[in-house]
């Protein structure tokens, strides 16, 4: 988790303590879950791209993709295969809802542990597949375990991390995320090359290693210091496991700040339905709409549809394999890029420059598939590869603004007593999306062709508007004292301090 960029005191709202080994291992076993995401988003698309893989379970696809009368842009569209695609984020909404319960009750560490154990059940029967039905239980198996461990793994990484470097850490999810698909990539242009064409059996099966890693991991993991008074009221065992983490004995005024978080979180019985209240709106609109617009950036069509866009544009099986791997690498660095300025340019300065930057990929993407890409014939190869550079360029912005972005800002603006119910409304609204958009990708791809990309950089510039204007900056401050933010932003602030003033008049009745 690029520890060189944490140095020094871990402070931050008057905190002690420095980002110490443990504290780094810790979050480097949970963050290790990002990869079972990550590898199920780079693995679809690449087994759906193998002919092997399509003779046996799609050979109605397969038998599109040899017609040269049937367009470019609609050989891949198939509804069996959307819904094999996406059926994983409609099982992960519903199971993400169960989660945050868990996750409040029996703690984060309980989450990811059912996660990983339903994680492994699912790759078995992809490994094993010989029908359809199998794939299918493999995909809502992989669901809900990711439901589970998406929901848990961004509060265990800050609420574990000192506030100074929150960012960094906890933009380590999105790192291994990146790192999943970037090894589902390799994985499966090693195994299209197996003659014999069983090698998606391998792709599917592998998905087994990253999550025995995380439920093995999780076992040994300590719970965090907010669950731990949460649950038990237990400050002493608190106190021992933040000097541990912080690295110094002066614990005591963050300790006390989540004494105070957990005496309010007791208070409310209901999470789900307390944050619809108005004095939790600015937490509610920035959990809906960061994960919403999230996925209209295109990304996940990037992700799991990208060996088969390769393919679309005239790159032959292996070399579209190839060229998601060099996708992927570009991602990976910047998410390492990411993670060093988080917390030294702030969560909006990268939100800002991500978005003009995708903006202007998705429109140089969509310009050069509307001059030299047409429904027939073959693209020059000099095209696809400028595509690809395109697109490398897009996905770097992506994964140093709202990859990461999406998961950490959410979970550090929302008070302890609504954050898991916070968080589960970010990743079902992600799941939701993924599956609204793998749904119809390849059916709108086929209708409106390069207009696609058109329509995403104009829901990314609407994106860029947001931030600008109703995202307040996060950085260093501790989650415990994040209300401070609504009080000095120039919407917000109307909306906390009416909520506030009714407050403190209710609180004076009884004395009058």
């Known amino acids: 988790m690029a520890i060189g960029a ?3 005191s871990g402070g931050g709202g008057g905190y002690g303590g420095r980002v110490t080994a443990y504290v780094v291992l810790t979050c480097v076993v949970a963050g290790s879950g990002g990869i079972l995401f990550g590898y199920d988003l780079g693995i679809s698309g690449g087994v759906t791209s193998m002919d092997s893989f399509l003779k046996r379970f799609f050979p109605d696809v397969y ?16 509804e069996l295969l959307t819904v094999f695609t996406s059926s994983l984020y409609i099982a992960g909404l519903v199971a993400t809802l169960f989660a945050s ?5 029996y703690g984060r560490r309980t989450s990811m542990l059912i996660g990983g154990t339903v994680f492994i059940a699912g790759s078995v029967f992809g490994g094993a597949a010989v029908n359809v039905f199998m794939l299918l239980m493999n995909r809502i198996l992989l669901g809900i ?4 461990t998406n929901q848990s793994i961004p509060l265990y990484l800050s609420e574990m991390a000192p506030p100074r470097y929150r960012g960094a850490i906890n933009n380590g999810f999105e790192l291994c995320i990146s790192l999943g698909i970037l090894f589902a990539n390799v994985l499966n242009y090693c195994v299209v090359k197996i003659t014999a064409g069983w090698g998606w059996r391998i792709s599917l099966s592998m998905a087994a290693v990253p999550a025995a890693f995380l439920t093995i991991g999780a076992v040994f993991l300590p719970e965090t210091p907010s669950f731990i008074i949460e649950r038990d009221g237990d400050t002493d065992k608190a106190r021992i496991l933040l000097q541990r983490l912080r690295g110094t004995t002066s614990v005591q005024k963050e300790l006390d700040d989540l004494v105070a978080a957990s005496n309010l979180s007791r208070t409310v019985q209901y999470p789900f339905r307390n944050i619809f209240k108005r004095k939790y709106r600015p937490q509610l609109v920035i959990a809906l709409l960061v994960p919403f ?11 799991f549809y990208a060996p088969v866009m390769f393919r679309t544009i005239g790159l032959k099986e292996s070399a579209s394999l190839l060229s998601s791997v060099v996708n992927r690498l570009c991602a990976t660095f910047a998410n390492i890029v990411a993670m060093i300025v988080v917390d030294r340019f702030g969560r909006r300065k990268l939100f800002l420059v991500g978005g003009v930057q995708m903006i202007l990929s998705q429109l140089a993407v969509g310009a050069i598939l509307a001059a030299e890409f047409k429904d027939y014939g073959s693209m020059d190869r000099e095209y696809a590869y400028l595509v690809l550079i395109t697109m490398c360029v897009f996905v770097a912005g992506f994964a140093w603004s709202w990859g990461p972005l999406t998961f950490l800002v959410p979970t550090e603006i929302c008070p302890l007593e609504i954050r898991s119910a916070g968080q589960s409304i970010v990743v079902a609204v992600v799941f939701l999306m993924t599956f609204v958009i793998g749904q119809t ?10 207009g696609t990309f058109f329509f995403f950089a104009g829901w990314i510039c609407l994106m860029t508007v947001f931030v600008y204007f109703f995202l307040p900056e996060t950085k260093k401050l501790p989650m415990e004292q994040m209300e401070q933010v609504w009080r000095k932003h120039w919407f917000w602030k109307k909306i906390v301090g009416e909520e506030e003033e009714k407050q403190a008049e209710k609180t004076a009745l009884p004395s009058m």
């Open 101 to 105: 319960s868990v996750t409040r009750r």
């Open 441 to 450: 990708f390849l059916a709108v791809l086929c209708r409106i062709k390069s």
């Open 293 to 303: 617009f999230n996925q209209l950036t295109g990304i996940n069509v990037m992700n």
């Open 63 to 78: 038998q599109k993709k040899q017609d040269t009368g049937v367009s470019h842009y609609c050989a891949f569209d198939s």
């Open 6 to 8: 944490f140095v020094e």
């Open 145 to 148: 375990g990711l439901g589970f």
